[in-house]
């Protein structure tokens, strides 16, 4: 008949829509939560490219104020810490994705201090790294305070042992010279 005409075609895409305001919203929620962390939390390549990472750590690395993030998580490892912390790293799977470690840092105002992380290895389907995400703390004063009871604790035992030492001296004996011998 040659009469001109239209076909519409509508699909209801309200589901995807909806999904898709509640993706966002959920992960605005979770970066509230992750930003206000008073822990570390990193997610780093396979080579420690830093890829995220939230206030907290970038206040204790002093990255605040730079507009440049630092190159690799790694850099902020002391050097004789690293062969360590990645032969760790290495050991994860998918099977054992998750690992505690604690190691020490180069802060950003220059100090070393101590740290444990907790690192979750993500995989891809052929089981190969395709990034690390860690939370951590800084553990510096309890190591201080374990080395200095360890220290303190060495030096009872040295007393003690002279006190043994001193109560077993014969009484005749020259306390001067018992003293200057030991």
């Not at 490219?49 to 002093?62: D, G, L, M, P, V």
């Amino acid at each position: 008949d040659g009469t001109a005409g239209s076909i519409f075609l509508i699909e209801d895409i309200t589901g995807e829509v909806l999904s898709s305001a509640d993706l966002k919203t959920s992960e605005a929620m979770y970066r509230a939560i992750v930003e206000s962390l008073m822990e570390m939390v990193i997610r780093f390549l396979p080579d420690g490219t830093e890829i995220f990472s939230n206030r907290a750590y970038q206040s204790y690395f002093n990255l605040l104020s730079s507009d440049q993030p630092e190159p690799s998580f790694f850099s902020k490892v002391e050097p004789a810490d690293q062969e360590m912390l990645r032969s760790d790293l290495s050991v994860l799977s998918r099977e054992k994705p998750d690992i505690t470690v604690a190691f020490r840092v180069h802060r950003g105002d220059g100090t070393t201090a101590w740290n444990t992380w907790t690192f979750h290895g993500v995989f891809d389907k052929e089981g190969l790294p395709r990034a690390y995400q860690g939370i951590g703390r800084d553990i510096t004063l309890e190591i201080e305070a374990k080395e200095h009871e360890t220290a303190r604790s060495e030096i009872l035992h040295a007393l003690s042992s002279k006190t043994v030492e001193f109560l077993r001296m014969d009484s005749e004996l020259d306390l001067y010279r018992f003293i200057g011998r030991n």
